[in-house]
Nanobody, 121 residues
């Protein structure tokens, strides 16, 4: 059993940067892949990025080159560094754990409660 808590969201202007954190408690997440997803109002949940146990990294095309996913297993914490933020990045961001790093949300077993990211123009 793993509990996840996202933090770091907020209101920023377009072009700014923001770093999200995903802290795991109850059990180390070293054996899991970690993914980030987001959901905007009126939109379906979409894949953002994932990092596997062996270090494999995947990004959605919409964030490639702007976002960086990382993890610190010693701290049981994952991160999503977001640069050059756009208005269309506005959404609730969720971290999740899966047995393997994939873009498919139904493969993720544990989910955090989400953190709001709002980007204004």
């Amino acid at each position: 059993q793993v509990q996840l808590a996202e933090s770091g969201g907020g209101l920023v202007q377009a072009g700014s940067s923001l770093k999200l954190s995903c802290a795991a408690s109850g059990r180390t997440f070293n054996d899991y892949a970690m993914g980030w997803f987001r959901q905007a109002p009126g939109k379906e949940r979409e894949f953002v990025a994932a990092i596997g146990h062996t270090g494999n990294i995947y990004y959605a095309d919409s964030v490639q080159g702007r976002f960086t996913i990382s993890r610190d297993n010693a701290k049981n914490t994952g991160y999503l560094q977001m640069n050059s933020l756009k208005v269309e990045d506005t959404a609730v961001y969720y971290c999740a754990l899966s047995f393997i790093a994939t873009q498919w949300s139904n493969n993720y077993n544990y989910w955090g409660h989400g953190t709001q990211v709002t980007v204004s123009s």
